[in-house]
Structure formats: C-alpha cells, structure tokens
C-alpha cells in the first residue's frame, strides 16, 4: 500500500516537474549614470515578478519594467526572479552590472515635439568635450541642448564625454518619445519686420490657441504674424485647447527679433496697458497711455473670441487714462481684454476669480 501511495504522490509532482522546464526568462538593462532601466521579457507571460538590485533592495511590484538607482559606482548582481502559478513553474536570472566610477548620465524633459536635454559626467572638467546623438541625424556638441524633432516617435538618444585631463570618458543611449497625446509646439520666422508663426500642436486647426507674445501683444489666430516694435528677445507662449475648448497643454519658445518696422504711435497702447488686480475677483481697473485724443471702446472676450462684457465706450485723453469695469457677469476662467483707441489696439489676458 505504501508503494502504491509514492507511486501516485510521484506521478502527481512529475506534470510539475515538466512543466517548469516551459518557463524561461531573461532581461535587458540600460545604466544612466547612477541609474539603471530593467526590462524583463519571460515566456510564458509570468504571473510573478521579483526584482534583486543586488545591494539589497528588492522590487516586487511584479512589474516586468522597473528601475534602480544605485548610492555608489561598484559590481552589482541583479536578479528577475518570475513564477507562473498556472503554469506552476518558475525560474530566475542574473547578470552582473557595472557601475564605473567614470560616468555619464543624461536627464530630459519633453514638450510636444520639443526635449530639453541635460548632460552630466561624474568627472567633468574645464577640458571636458561633449556629444549628443538625437536619433533622427541630427546631433549638438553642446552639454545642455534643446532640440524639435520634425514629428512625433520614438528615438534612441545618446549621450557621450571625454574629459581629457583626466582620461574619464563615458556614453549613455535612452529612448525618447516624443509627440504622444495632445500637445502644443511651434515655430517661427523673423523676417521684414514681422515674426511669422507656423504651429505645430495636435489639434490642427479644430483646436483653438492662445498666443502671448512677450511684450504684452497676443493672438488668437491659428498661424499669426507679429510685428515687434524693437529688436530683442522675447519669450513666445502658445496655450492649445481642443475643439471642445477643453485645455490641451502649453509652451514657450524665446526668440530674437533683428528686424522691426520703425516705432509708431499703434504700439503706445499695446505696451502701456495694465490690468489690476488680475485675476480679478468683481472689479477691474484699467490703465493705457494714449498718443492722442480718441474715443475708447474697451472689450472683453472669451477664448473663442466671443464677446462677453458688452463694450464699454469712453473718451480718452493723451497720456494716461483709467476706467474701472464690473467683472461680477463673468465666470471663473481666463478671459481676454481688448481696447482700441482710435488706430490704436491692446490685448491683455484676464483671469477672473470669484472668491468664497
């Protein structure tokens, strides 16, 4: 009888036994300075999922991706250990990973199509060459670049240095991904006195945008050109929202200007206007300087360029005028507020805020 019981214990544990020769995993790594990306492929799909850094922290989230940041350069042994519990098998692997003492890492930030990179080596000197590879056959020698990419993806980015006095030279690759969901982006001309604009945001030309263009003017049109009163450098800023007006994101880009059409009494307005308190909460004063006398009329239309505050009429006089306006119709948002005094025009966005 006792034979018969090990007969069927054993004949119950042999499926088990075949069945873990099925599981096989293995993993992929990427080291970012101090930083190490894992990604772990397994066969079959696994159920379960342990991380070992190898400097005793673990991650069990059971997630087939995941990353570490090690305190110090040194050799590691990283393990994904993984089970499959309707398989009933399971498995692990390792492998050694090296952090040198000499290394380079690289940091970004995405915005639409645009990535700002940033470049580190841990022995970086005065001497120390720098080299970036965008993946789409375009590169930089700066250390800190920033870079657009012509549409949207995935590219494989890489970092190198050579710091020749001390002989430290490292490289590092990451996937960047840029473009995805909905975004803001743009570029731009400077020619003739104007600044052209070409966007690039998602939404196409359904959506709807607000552009600020660093000296108090803006715009709502899809492509604007701008006319800048005096060379300079001026941060641009493009807000995108989609065809349902719901907000999609933002982004700014400084330009320089070189050519401007000659300063005329069209631009006092625009650079003089101030809106106060903004945002506002019931009452808005308002202040512009005039180069001659003229009738005012003062607006304020919401993002879609609807009119919402019935214009408000009044006679300016050269130089300085005021008028306080009623913000209590509006609704909590963003707003803009238009005056145009005689050949003269001013914008100034408006936030309006109703306080509990």
Request: a negative charge; proline letters at 4%; one cysteine or more.
């Amino acid at each position: 009888m006792k034979n018969l019981k090990t007969i069927l214990i054993l004949a119950a544990l042999l499926p088990l036994q075949v069945k873990s020769q099925t599981c096989s995993g293995d993993y992929q790594w990427l080291v970012n300075g101090l930083g190490v990306s894992f990604y772990g492929n397994t066969t079959p799909d696994i159920t379960n999922v342990i991380w070992d850094f190898g400097d005793g922290n673990w991650d069990n989230t059971n997630s087939l991706n995941t990353s570490h940041t090690y305190a110090a350069p040194g050799i590691y042994h990283a393990c994904i250990q993984y089970y499959n519990t309707a398989q009933g098998c399971g498995d692990s692997t390792c492998h050694t990973i090296v952090i040198d003492s000499c290394y380079g890492s690289m940091n970004y930030s995405v915005n639409g199509l645009t990535v700002q990179f940033t470049g580190s080596a841990s022995a970086g000197g005065p001497n120390t060459v720098y080299a970036w590879d965008f993946g789409d056959s375009n590169s930089s020698y700066a250390q800190n670049p920033s870079h657009t990419y012509a549409s949207a993806g995935t590219y494989t980015v890489c970092f190198a240095f050579y710091d020749s006095s001390s002989g430290c030279a490292d490289s590092v690759c990451e996937p960047v991904s840029v473009g995805g969901g909905c975004y803001a982006q743009f570029t731009s001309v400077d020619s003739m006195g104007y600044a052209f604009f070409v966007n690039q945001s998602s939404p196409g030309s359904a959506g709807m945008y607000v552009w600020y263009f660093g000296d108090g003017g803006y715009s709502t049109a899809y492509n604007p050109s701008y006319q800048y009163s005096y060379p300079g450098t001026y941060q641009v800023c493009l807000e995108a929202f989609d065809s349902l007006q719901n907000f999609c994101d933002s982004t700014c880009h400084y330009i320089t200007v070189n050519n401007v059409s000659s300063v005329n009494e069209e631009t006092i307005v625009r650079n003089s206007l101030l809106l106060s308190p903004n945002p506002a909460d019931e009452d808005l004063r308002i202040s512009w300087n005039q180069a001659a006398d003229a009738d005012v009329q003062i607006a304020v239309l919401d993002l879609a360029g609807r009119t919402v505050i019935t214009p408000v009429m009044v006679r300016g006089g050269r130089g300085v005028n005021t008028k306080e306006i009623s913000t209590r119709g509006l609704a909590a948002g963003m707003y803009m507020l238009r005056i145009d005094a005689g050949n003269q025009t001013g914008n100034s966005p408006l936030v309006v805020t109703h306080k509990e």
